[in-house]
């Protein structure tokens, strides 16, 4: 099987604009979650989605959003950029909802914010 | 927040010898899991243990829970080059369903 693929995997944007990330799960899994990685808070968890609906979502402001589709691909978008949003984001699929389950993460896509 | 803290922050050991980190937490838990990253990349699963397991073993990796304590610990044997990475571990909360990593331990193999 593919394993999780994670588009694009590098991206610069400037402050204020806004970006789609977008994240393809192994298939037939039906959850995505989305982390943030950065050297100063490392790893937090912005949100999850099965069955196309959040079912769980981390500290983050309202510019962090996502979304599922039928077919299970994920997307998220952060409106109004700001330099510390500059990170790593990750996403992980795992077959059925997240608890008990092991997850599988993808390249991630590196951002950075002029 | 973070709710799990690696111990120690960074090591360095020789090739073959055997490395071994912590991590503690603070709430209690339905698994721990034990993630590794090559610099900054990926996570790749390396083993899960749940709340009602003390030890499990896949390989050269060697887990140990202590949910009296709070901390788990995962040692690796005969360590290789390739081991170099750093290692996170996870926590699923009771009743809070959210993956909580921990700060990660930086291990550097030296050949």
């Known amino acids: 099987k593919a394993g999780v693929t994670q588009t694009p995997r590098y991206l610069i944007k400037t402050r204020g604009q806004q970006v789609t990330l977008s994240c393809s799960p192994i298939?037939?899994?039906?959850?995505v979650s989305w982390y943030q990685q950065t050297p100063g808070q490392g790893l937090q968890f912005l949100f999850e989605?099965?069955?196309?609906?959040?079912?769980n979502k981390g500290n983050f402001p309202g510019r962090f959003s996502g979304r599922q589709f039928s077919n299970s691909r994920s997307e998220m978008n952060v409106s109004t950029l700001e330099l510390g949003d500059s990170a790593l984001y990750l996403c992980?699929?795992?077959?059925?909802?997240?608890?008990?389950?092991?997850?599988?993460f993808g390249p991630g896509t590196r951002l950075l914010v002029l | 927040s973070q709710q799990g803290e690696e111990d120690p922050q960074a090591l360095s050991i020789q090739e073959g010898e055997n490395a071994t980190m912590n991590c503690s937490y603070k709430?209690?838990?339905?698994?721990l899991q034990w993630y590794r990253q090559n610099s900054g990349r990926g996570l790749v699963h390396l083993i899960l243990?749940?709340?009602?397991?003390r030890e499990k073993h896949s390989g050269r990796l060697r887990v140990t829970l202590d949910t009296s304590k709070k901390s788990s610990s995962l040692l690796i044997t005969a360590s290789r080059a390739a081991d170099t990475a750093s290692y996170f571990c996870?926590?699923?909360?009771?009743?809070?369903?959210?993956?909580?990593f921990g700060t990660g331990t930086r291990l550097t193999i030296i050949p």
């Open positions: 996870a926590t699923e909360e009771v009743g809070n369903e959210k993956l909580t």
């Open positions: 298939s037939g899994h039906r959850s």
């Open positions: 243990i749940r709340s009602n397991e």
């Open positions: 989605y099965f069955s196309e609906t959040q079912r």
């Open positions: 709430t209690s838990i339905n698994n």
């Open positions: 992980a699929s795992s077959w059925r909802d997240r608890a008990q389950e092991t997850q599988y």
